[in-house]
């Protein structure tokens, strides 16, 4: 008898702990899921950072390390001006008795904590505790030591100009210029100050404060106006010395905006890299307006305005899936980005590409500020589309298409209006081309000419798509036109793009598969062979016909590099997570699983889809495959988890693709709610079988914008075999070609 009582007793034991552990899952909220540290040490390039911010605030800081396997940290810069590129002043805690080394000792980690809203880290050494917590536009440290002796604070530029200096017994002010901009930071302790040390008297650059306490408590502002102005954002933000109460404002504002999506099903694993991925695709764009007054580097002035104004926009990167899945979410915050940039070509002249706080970094190919727009407008965004199309129009006719340039068209992009391509050079014709210094663009490797072209054919049918709104009715055949110059970079015999010189003759010999800077940005002819989204139709006409698209796009998955990881990295490492030729750390690529939709095989979709999300996407520090760029990488992961994904800027649909959770809401601003159900969904159960819409079949692997925006749900019932025959026709594929016309599909 007493056996049975004891097995009984051990099964409700086991009953009742798994009951408690099922409900301590439930009861995690979504920022819980979050951990920074994930993609903290990049397979090939560069780490995520810890970054605790506010989202799209001006404010953001990381523990510096090489990445996160590095169990020492050299400095927290005070603020990050742009992403990855430029930071202001840093600042450590340190203790012990200063020497030479002192200017270069870094903090080693015993253990940390790293939310969203807050760090903090134990030294190995002496016990030393540091914590952070954010506001919009000023920080809050935290130093606890382990005794009264000995204790400092470790205050300096970042590598710019300029002078960090105490002004009183409790206040530190700081100016850095960094690249011709100014910033400037307004300090204060809540310790007296008992010594100071410059590392050079004459220069101020770098200090040590002495604390006679072992807790102290620093914080501070930023400004890109003046250090009064930095004293100001302080204590409008933080005007008391309560380091909780900041603390939980912050996980508020978080709580809130992470809040608009919810998921069941799924792993905790699955769980862990969506809010982590949603909270990463709100580092930026960054409002830099200081409560009524804003310095713009596009004029270098300082303007009174009650708007926002971001800044901070690889928008390469970031149209693709970032903008797209924020103009869901607040339309409102998307209309105040693009109004950013239309004030910043009437600022400076150009339509910026890379809108850095800095300006204008001209990176990267295309003219994408066209993409995005187009799409916003297409999705009932509304803003001052004249302005907008005339800065547009002027990058694309007047300017350079040449990347890492900005400004006035050269002879080479002469070349391109007159001819409909930019050609490329033979490899024994580097130099100077057309009176334009190649070594000073890109150490003399050719001029991309093959990816600049089928990018701005691209943009020029987005631009097309503005003409009429605009009122320039007359423009949009010239667009339309341009749009179909990918073809001139379409060699059909081989069944590639590929390199054309000045007289028009495909360049020989030539490898698909390297090259990477040569023709192409940062991949291959595999990869780019796939770039034009706005035509797709013409696209796989010209491959021979949608079979024969589709076996190729099978191919790219399938095709070997034909020399060693290393040796490929060498040529092109920004080409990471290979699936065969296929790329999953770098932009290009992320639409082209997708495409599967448009080519009647939507299952194959469905199959890539899953299989890259689990794969290149898990919830540890290796678990982003290439660079994350601010968004631009964990926006898809948002998106493609969901279950749906936009491909072509400016037609306002979206691709079903196969949901990683077993339903998916999305809280809209409206009120209304978007729900996605996959109904059986499982690991091996990724295949839709059948689907409905508000209750209504749905045959096809798309929907409207407007299907979202009325909210609703969206039911898929999923099997672990491909039903082959579900969108499949013809007339199911989702829009894309050149004469499509938007307006059909609001």
């Known amino acids: 008898m007493k056996k049975y009582l004891l097995a009984a007793s051990a099964i409700l034991f086991l009953s009742m702990s798994a009951i408690a552990q099922q409900k301590k899952v439930s009861s995690l909220s979504p920022l819980d899921y979050v951990d920074p540290t994930i993609g903290g040490s990049g397979i090939v390039l560069q780490p995520t950072r810890q970054t605790v911010h506010l989202p799209n605030s001006m404010l953001r800081i990381f523990p510096f390390k090489q990445d996160q396997l590095d169990d020492q940290i050299m400095f927290f810069p005070l603020c990050v001006v742009s992403h990855r590129t430029e930071y202001a002043f840093s600042f450590l805690p340190l203790k012990g008795k200063p020497d030479d080394s002192f200017w270069s000792k870094r ?50 530029l970042n590598g710019g100009s300029g002078v960090v200096e105490q002004q009183d017994k409790r206040v530190i002010t700081g100016t850095e210029d960094i690249s011709g901009f100014k910033a400037y930071f307004y300090a204060e302790a809540n310790q007296d100050i008992s010594k100071i ?21 620093f914080k501070y502002a930023i400004s890109y106006i003046s250090i009064e102005h930095a004293k100001a954002n302080l204590y ?49 764009m960054v409002d830099i307006n200081e409560y009524g007054q804003y310095y713009s580097a596009y004029d270098h002035k300082i303007h009174q305005s009650k708007e926002p104004f971001f800044v901070d926009n690889w928008i390469w990167d970031m149209y693709i899936a970032d903008e797209p899945l924020h103009t869901i979410l607040d339309p409102k915050k998307e209309t105040q980005k693009i109004n950013s940039y239309i004030t910043m070509y009437q600022q400076s002249g150009w339509m910026p590409a890379f809108a850095l706080a800095t300006g204008d970094w001209p990176a990267m190919t295309g003219n994408h ?5 187009a799409d916003a407008w297409s999705k009932g965004l509304r803003f001052d589309v004249k302005t907008a199309y005339e800065g547009l129009k002027k990058n694309s006719l007047q300017g350079t298409l040449l990347p890492w340039r900005n400004g006035p ?26 009176g334009v210094d190649m070594d000073k663009w890109w150490e003399g490797r050719g001029n991309e000419g093959v990816s600049i072209t089928l990018e701005w054919s691209i943009c020029d049918w987005e631009i097309a798509q503005l003409a009429t709104p605009a009122g320039y009715p007359q423009d949009k055949a010239l667009f339309l036109k341009r749009a179909g110059n990918y073809a001139n970079v379409y060699n059909a015999k081989e069944g590639f793009v590929w390199p054309k010189d000045k007289e028009g003759n495909w360049i020989y010999p030539y490898n698909t598969k390297l090259l990477g800077r040569e023709y192409v940005t940062e991949n291959n002819s595999y990869t780019y062979n796939w770039t034009p989204k706005h035509d797709l139709k013409g696209l796989f006409e010209k491959m021979g016909g949608r079979p024969k698209a589709e076996a190729k796009l099978d191919q790219l998955f399938r095709e070997d590099l034909s020399l060693p990881k290393f040796l490929f990295w060498l040529n092109q490492p920004d080409a990471s997570g290979l699936v065969g030729q296929f790329v999953m750390g770098n932009e290009p690529s992320y639409h082209i699983p997708y495409l599967y939709n448009y080519l009647g095989a939507p299952w194959k979709t469905q199959k890539r889809i899953r299989m890259l999300m689990d794969t290149w996407y898990p919830d540890n520090v290796f678990g982003i495959p290439g660079d994350e ?9 948002v998106l493609s988890m969901m279950g749906f994904f936009p491909v072509t800027p400016g037609i306002p649909v979206y691709n079903i693709g196969s949901p990683s959770f077993n339903q998916t809401s999305i809280k809209l601003p409206s009120g209304k709610t978007f729900t996605i159900k996959a109904v059986n969904n499982s690991k091996t159960n990724v295949y839709i079988q059948k689907a409905t819409l508000n209750g209504k079949i749905l045959d096809k692997p798309w929907f409207k914008h407007t299907d979202l925006l009325n909210g609703g749900t969206l039911v898929l019932q999923m099997g672990d075999r491909p039903n082959k025959a579900w969108g499949a026709r013809v007339q199911d594929a989702p829009p894309s070609a050149i004469d499509v016309d938007p307006s059909n599909y609001k």
């Open 107 to 156: 903090f080693t980690i015993a253990s940390e904590k790293s939310t969203p809203y807050y760090y903090q880290a134990e030294e190995e050494d002496n016990g030393t505790v540091l914590e952070f917590t954010t506001s919009a536009k000023s920080g809050f440290f935290q130093a606890t030591f382990s005794g009264d002796e000995n204790n400092y604070l470790r205050i300096g």
């Open 197 to 217: 040390i410059y590392q050079n008297d004459s220069e101020k650059k770098h200090l040590l404060a002495k604390f006679d306490s072992k807790a102290v408590k």
């Open 236 to 284: 409008t933000e933080i005007p008391d010395w309560d380091f909780n109460l900041v603390k939980e404002k912050a996980k508020t504002i978080w709580n809130q905006k992470l809040n608009q999506i919810s998921v069941q099903g799924g792993t905790t694993a699955q769980k862990r890299t969506f809010y982590t991925s949603f909270y990463r695709t709100y580092e930026r």
């Open 369 to 373: 500020a066209a993409s995005w727009m």
């Open 409 to 434: 068209a050269t002879a080479i992009d002469s070349f391109y209006n007159t001819h409909g391509y930019l050609y490329s050079t033979h490899p024994e014709e580097r130099g100077s081309k057309d």
């Open 629 to 637: 760029d601010g968004g631009g990488t964990t926006s898809l992961v």
